[in-house]
């Protein structure tokens, strides 16, 4: 038995729960490959591009990616191992196959990885930030593997920074019994155009916290794919974003129950204001037919501030045992509208604080769940950066 | 002594097809510690004065004036005249997702007062007011109207008169979709606010139930966008027996 929702029409909610559904284009079935000859250049109506605008993000489609564009920095908790190895090195590429056209390129034309290992039983005491700073729009690749070893725990932080046009592969490995948080932040400077294919694997009794957050550059797209390897594994997706005038945001991820007795829990929230902005979120779930027990919810919810921007969210959930312990998912686009603002400000409050109250309350449960202090209180700071920007568009372009 | 003071006061909505004249020519005075009743047929435009007066931006003042304690209160906006200590209980609150009661009626309190309430005190005011209510203290946690039963709204707009103490509120029909229990216990929270701040109340109306626990000086009948004649309590009495025909069609006639 094979069950598929897609609510790529539905506008507002409904969270509800699946026994069993019905499937269009299975997960599973999904061509996955290194070779560039397999995932050629999309044109665009592709399933997985349908939302995205191919044009901008031609130069990652190309094979030619260099490896200028990018500086990376790391600063690592002292438990923490880093180095930076050739591509022939045998620890990349064990955390699954691309699965678009911009994880192959990546994977192709990267020059040296960089390697972050948390040692079998360390316990790291701080956080290890990565920075990727974009320093030329020189179409590039780059390549980052976090390895947390069995029954490690560490907090890995990787930054986008600054101008870049950038290809990126980051490969999670997250070994028995280790608890593993990678907080992926996207604060680009405009005109930046990035696509990352995260690819995690999570072993016997692991659990990965896995956070995007993403503010800035001109097009982003994330595909976070999970995939457990044994029992008891356990993942926990967030998401954040936050998308201005003329950006396109994308986040498409992918959760492989493959095994019994796991349990993913997905959680993205977005707003958007401004003429032209777009998010999409896609969340691909597929229970396969000897993952009994599994256990998954998935919910995205978007805001939206200002008239002109768009919000796709295709929850889609496939199930292939009739074995679960729970599946669900949930999705709304709800405006912030402007009787909400009125009620609020009829209350003495002006406006630039009720926009406030509103945009923290959506985001507010969500931040906390991070659990990494510095990460919450950089994300507060850039969403109030948000709301100054929301205002002057406010201000700037008065609409009825 | 304070005065809310209307004249002359002619609103327009902003439709599709182009504005719509809504209110033609309102003339309406309260002061400090009165209460007015406003009755009159279904969209006679007892929402929309409600409306214009607080500032909602769909309605547009075409003519006239309003003053607040001699302020011009039609120059101000919305939140401004919230803070010169105009309140609107809303004949449909809105919800406000992810932002708690509590979160909120602190915000409002200090964007009103200009300064935060007292941490120890508030706590009690607002615990107090609720039970006075008989709004469960859960209610203090929830998001704001949201998920709010029709009377539980309503409440939560009395609450909100009570802890903001304003100098003039208007409560449009604040005693719809209240049961026997709940119109009494509402009714009681207006009372308490008349007592304690010596407010104003423009209070709008379908029914006289609500005339038997809050005592109105004045009643007006509304209708086409003005008042059509006003009077004691007794007018009110009168209306429910006679409803508004007299009215209605001496309108009909004066414009035929
Ligand atoms: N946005 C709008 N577009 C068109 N007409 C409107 C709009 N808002 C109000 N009106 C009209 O203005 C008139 C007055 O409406 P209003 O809500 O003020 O009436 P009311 O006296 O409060 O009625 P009720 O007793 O039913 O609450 C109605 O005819 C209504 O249809
Ligand atoms: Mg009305």
């Not at chain 1, 920074?161 to 999670?172: H, K």
């Not at chain 2, 909120?104 to 706590?123: N, S, V």
Request: proline share 4%.
């Amino acid at each position: 038995m094979t069950l598929t929702t897609d609510h790529s029409r539905a506008v507002a909610d409904g969270a509800h729960s699946h026994g069993a559904v019905k499937p269009q284009g299975s997960r599973a079935e999904r061509l996955t490959s290194f070779s560039l000859e397999d995932i050629p250049v999309p044109n665009g109506r592709e399933e997985e591009w349908r939302f995205s605008p191919a044009d901008r993000l031609q130069p990652l489609f190309q094979s030619d990616l260099g490896s200028s564009g990018v500086t990376v920095e790391v600063t690592a908790a002292p438990e923490v191992k880093v180095e930076t190895v050739a591509r022939d090195d045998a620890r990349l590429g064990t955390a699954g196959k691309p699965g678009d056209r911009t994880a192959v390129t990546a994977w192709n034309a990267f020059q040296q990885a960089t390697v972050v290992t948390v040692p079998a039983e360390a316990i790291a005491s701080d956080v290890t930030s990565v920075r990727l700073q974009g320093v030329s729009t020189d179409a590039t690749a780059a390549h980052v593997l976090v390895r947390a070893e069995r029954h490690s725990e560490a907090v890995v932080v990787i930054d986008h920074n600054g101008v870049g046009s950038l290809s990126e592969t980051v490969e999670i490995v997250v070994e028995d019994g280790a608890h593993l948080t990678v907080v992926s932040v996207q604060d680009w400077a405009e005109g930046a155009v990035h696509a990352s294919s995260h690819r995690a694997r999570i072993g016997r009794d692991a659990k990965l916290k896995h956070v995007v957050v993403t503010f800035g550059g001109d097009v982003v797209r994330i595909t976070p794919d999970a995939e457990f390897t044994a029992e008891g594994g356990d993942v926990e997706m967030v998401g954040l974003y936050f998308a201005d005038t003329d950006q396109h945001q994308e986040h498409r991820l992918f959760v492989d129950h493959a095994v019994p007795e796991c349990k993913s829990r997905v959680t993205y929230k977005g707003a958007l204001q401004g003429s032209g902005a777009h998010t999409v979120w896609v969340g691909d779930v597929l229970i396969r037919a000897n993952a009994e027990n599994t256990d998954t919810y998935e919910l995205n919810r978007n805001l939206v501030l200002t008239d002109g921007a768009r919000a796709d969210s295709v929850p889609n959930l496939e199930i292939e045992t009739g074995e679960i312990a729970g599946a669900g998912h949930a999705s709304a686009t709800g405006r912030f509208d402007d009787e909400q603002l009125f009620y609020l400000q009829a209350r003495g409050i002006p406006e630039i604080e009720a926009r406030r109250l509103v945009v923290r309350g959506f985001f507010a449960e969500l931040i906390h769940e991070i659990g990494v202090p510095s990460v919450e209180e950089r994300l507060l700071a850039s969403i109030e950066a948000e709301l100054e920007k929301s205002m002057s568009v406010i201000t700037g372009a008065p609409t009825a | 002594m304070p005065t809310l003071e209307i004249r002359d006061l002619h609103v327009s909505v902003e439709t599709k097809e182009g504005p719509k004249p809504i209110l033609r020519g309102v003339d309406l005075t309260i002061a400090s510690g009165e209460t007015h009743a406003i009755m009159g047929p279904n969209g006679s435009g007892k929402s929309t004065l409600a409306s214009a007066l607080a500032g909602h931006p769909k309605y547009t003042v075409t003519s006239g004036t309003v003053t607040l304690d001699g302020e011009d209160l039609l120059a101000m906006t919305v939140d401004e005249r919230a803070r010169a200590g105009l309140f609107l209980a809303m004949q449909y609150p809105v919800e406000v997702t992810g932002v708690s009661v509590a979160n909120f009626l602190r915000t409002a309190k200090t964007a009103i007062d200009g300064t935060a309430p007292a941490l120890r005190t508030w706590g009690k005011e607002v615990k107090g007011a609720m039970e006075n209510l008989r709004m469960d203290p859960a209610f203090a946690e929830r998001s704001v109207n949201e998920g709010f039963s029709g009377g539980e709204k309503k409440r939560h707009e009395i609450l909100q008169m009570e802890l903001f103490k304003p100098r003039f509120a208007i409560l449009d029909e604040t005693d719809s979709g209240l049961d026997v229990d709940a119109l009494r216990i509402v009714s009681e929270g207006v009372n308490r606010a008349k007592e304690n701040t010596e407010v104003g109340v423009l209070l709008i109306t379908h029914y006289t139930r609500i005339l038997r626990y809050i005592k109105p000086d004045f009643v007006h009948v509304f209708v086409d966008g003005k008042i059509a004649e006003e009077g004691g309590s007794e007018l009110a009495d009168r209306l429910e027996e006679e409803g508004y025909d007299k009215y209605v069609g001496a309108n009909a006639t004066a414009t035929a």
